[in-house]
C-alpha cells in the first residue's frame, strides 16, 4: 500500500468517474468503494485545507495519508493513517454517530496501533455535525477540534513510505487461550465482528435460559478457540459455574488457567470417568472444546447423562480435525438429533488466524484439485526438504528445533509405537498434545505412508500396529497448528515431493495419482477437463 495526498484524492473524486477514480486509488491499494464515506472524507479535506492553505508547506500537511488499510487476516480497517518517526496519527470519518460508538472505536484502535508505536494520537471527524473528537491521556472520549488536529500534523516528522502489512503483523494480535494465556486472561485481546455477534446471540440464549445445548462450529483458524474460552470466562464473571472439558491432553495453557487462576479444566478421559460426580456439585455451564474428538460411545454416555440435569453445553468443534474412527469426526448433530435433544448452531467460516498463503496451501496439499490460482500467492513460507535416510530426517527436524520451530510429530498410538521412526521420540509435541494451540513456525515430516487417492485426495496407509489411527488426519492437525510458515520434510515419498514442488512453483498441469489397494498400486492420469486414465500397473 501506498500513501496518498488528500488533495490529489479531493480533486480526482470529484472530477472523475467514479470508475476513473477507483482505478486510481487501486494504484496506492487504498479501499474506495463506499461513495458516502469518500463524500465524508471530501467534507474533512475541504475543511482541512480551508484552515491550512495559508500555511507554509501546506502540501506537506496533506501528504503521507493511507487510505482505508486494513491489517491482513484480523480485517481491522483505519480510515486514515500517517505515519511519523515521533508518533503515529489515526483520523477515522463518522457521517454520524453516537459518543460511545466513537469511543469504543478509538480505544480499539488504540490497542491495534499502539502495538507498532509507542506514542498515538486518535481523532474522529463527524462530518453532518464537523465536530472532531479526540483520546485523552486516559483514553476518555473528549471534543476538541481541528486546530488540534492540525498542530498535530504540523509536529508529525514523516516518515519514509513502509511495507504496512510487515509493520502490522497479524500474530501480535492474535491471542491464543493456550499460548497467550496471560493476555488472555487479562483480556488484552478483541474479538472479530463475527466472533462478537456469535459471542452476543450464545450468552443472551444461555443465560436467558432459551436454550441448554449451543454448538460452535469452525474450521481451523477460524477463532474457534478464543471465542469458546471467551464465552466461558464471561459466564463465570456472570457468576456462572464453569467447567471446561477438553478432548486431548492438557496443555502447559490449560494447567496454567486451571492452577494460577483456578479454572476448572479436565481431560476428556478425567471427565468421562467422573462426570456424574462432578456434575453433582453446582455446575451451570460444561464447554466441550474439541469435541469432534470424543469418542462416539463416550458421547452418547454423557449426552444421556446430560440430557436429565439442568447444565448448559457448549459443544466447539471442527469436523475436519480428528485422528481414528473411533472418534465421532462431527456426527455430534447427529447424535443430538437422534436423542431430540434441541441445540443451537452457530458458525465461524473466515479464517482470522492462518495467512492466506498458508491456507492456500494446506488446502491443495490434501486435495490436488482444489487449486488456487491467484497470482498473488508466493508461498514464501512454505519449505520442503527431501531425504531417503531416516537419520538426515532426524538431523534436519533438530536443525530446525533450534532455529525456533516448532517439530510435531505423530501421536504415540495405545497399540505399540514400532511403525514410528526412531528420531520422533526425541521431540515432545505430538498432534495429540497440540490440539487447539497454535505455533508461527511448525515443521512436519511426511514419509512413504502417504499418497494421493483416485479423486486427488491425501490419504495414508494405516500403520499396521495401529490399524485405527488416520494419518492424514494428524498431519492436517499438525499442519493448521502454523500461523506464519510451514516446514516440511518429506522422507522416502517422491510423488509428495513432486506435489509440493508443483504447488509452490503454481504448476497447473495434469496430475497423477495413485490409488492404493491389495493389488499392485494403479497411476491414474487426471487431465485438465477432470477425466481419469488408467495407466498400467506399476511394477
Not at 481491522?76 to 515521533?86: I, S, V
Not at 500534523?153 to 493456550?178: G, H, I, M, N
Not at 510429530?409 to 495405545?414: A, K
Request: include cysteine; charged fraction near 25%.
Amino acid at each position: 500500500m501506498r500513501p496518498v495526498n488528500l488533495q490529489s484524492v479531493y480533486q480526482a473524486y470529484r472530477h472523475l468517474s467514479f470508475e476513473q477514480f477507483q482505478l486510481y486509488m487501486h494504484v496506492f491499494g487504498a479501499r474506495a468503494d463506499r461513495q458516502l464515506e469518500m463524500e465524508d472524507l471530501c467534507v474533512f479535506i475541504e475543511l482541512l485545507y480551508e484552515n491550512i492553505k495559508s500555511l507554509p508547506q501546506v502540501e506537506r500537511l496533506m501528504d503521507g495519508f493511507y487510505l482505508g488499510y486494513s491489517i491482513p487476516q484480523i480485517s481491522k480497517e483505519f480510515d486514515l493513517l500517517r505515519f511519523g518517526h515521533n508518533f503515529l496519527l489515526n483520523i477515522e470519518l463518522k457521517h454520524m454517530g453516537t459518543e460511545e460508538k466513537i469511543a469504543r472505536q478509538l480505544a480499539t484502535n488504540s490497542y491495534y496501533l499502539k502495538a507498532v508505536s509507542s506514542e498515538v494520537y486518535l481523532f474522529t471527524f463527524v462530518a453532518e455535525t464537523k465536530k472532531i473528537y479526540s483520546l485523552d491521556k486516559n483514553d476518555n472520549l473528549v471534543e476538541t477540534d481541528l486546530q488540534e488536529l492540525i498542530a498535530r500534523l504540523q509536529q508529525q516528522s514523516l516518515t519514509r513510505e513502509l511495507d504496512l502489512d510487515t509493520l502490522f503483523a497479524p500474530k501480535q494480535y492474535l491471542v491464543s487461550p493456550l499460548n497467550s494465556t496471560e493476555k488472555f486472561i487479562n483480556e488484552n485481546y478483541f474479538l472479530t465482528n463475527a466472533q462478537r455477534q456469535i459471542k452476543q446471540e450464545v450468552m443472551t440464549a444461555l443465560l436467558a435460559g432459551r436454550v441448554k445445548t449451543v454448538l460452535i462450529k469452525g474450521t481451523f483458524g477460524t477463532g474457534k478457540t478464543l471465542l469458546t474460552y471467551d464465552i466461558a470466562h464471561e459466564h463465570m464473571k456472570h457468576g456462572q459455574e464453569v467447567i471446561i472439558v477438553h478432548n486431548g491432553t492438557l496443555s502447559e495453557g490449560h494447567l496454567t488457567l486451571r492452577d494460577e487462576y483456578g479454572w476448572r479444566v479436565y481431560a476428556i478421559k478425567d471427565f468421562y470417568d467422573n462426570y456424574s460426580s462432578l456434575v453433582k456439585d453446582r455446575v451451570d455451564l460444561i464447554v466441550f472444546d474439541e469435541a469432534q474428538r470424543t469418542y462416539t460411545h463416550q458421547l452418547t454416555e454423557i449426552l444421556d447423562f446430560l440430557r436429565a440435569q439442568p447444565v448448559k453445553c457448549i459443544f466447539s468443534f471442527d469436523p475436519e480435525q480428528f485422528f481414528s474412527a473411533s472418534e465421532n469426526r462431527g456426527r455430534l448433530i447427529d447424535l443430538l438429533q437422534a436423542k431430540e435433544i434441541p441445540y443451537k448452531e452457530y458458525q465461524l467460516s473466515k479464517k482470522i488466524r492462518t495467512n492466506k498463503e498458508l491456507s492456500a496451501f494446506i488446502l491443495n496439499l490434501f486435495d490436488r484439485r482444489k487449486i488456487n490460482r491467484n497470482p498473488d500467492l508466493r508461498y514464501n513460507n512454505v519449505h520442503i526438504q527431501y531425504f531417503t535416510d531416516a537419520d538426515n530426517v532426524r538431523v534436519c527436524l533438530k536443525k530446525l528445533e533450534q532455529e525456533g520451530w516448532q517439530v510435531l510429530v505423530n501421536t504415540p498410538s495405545g497399540y505399540d509405537a514400532v511403525f514410528f521412526e526412531p528420531y520422533e521420540a526425541e521431540f515432545k509435541l505430538n498432534a495429540q498434545k497440540v490440539i487447539g494451540q497454535e505455533f508461527d513456525k511448525v515443521a512436519v515430516v511426511i514419509n512413504e505412508y502417504f499418497y494421493y487417492n483416485e479423486e486427488g485426495k491425501l490419504a495414508a496407509r494405516p500403520p499396521q500396529a495401529a490399524p485405527d489411527y488416520m494419518l492424514d488426519r494428524i498431519l492436517y492437525q499438525n499442519v493448521t497448528r502454523a500461523r506464519e510458515a510451514l516446514h516440511i520434510v518429506i522422507c522416502r515419498n517422491p510423488m509428495l515431493l513432486e506435489a509440493c514442488s508443483k504447488i509452490i512453483n503454481k504448476q497447473y498441469g495434469p496430475r497423477v495419482f495413485v490409488r492404493r489397494s491389495k493389488q499392485k498400486p494403479v497411476r491414474i492420469r487426471v487431465t485438465k477437463k477432470g477425466e481419469s486414465t488408467k495407466a498400467a500397473p506399476q511394477n
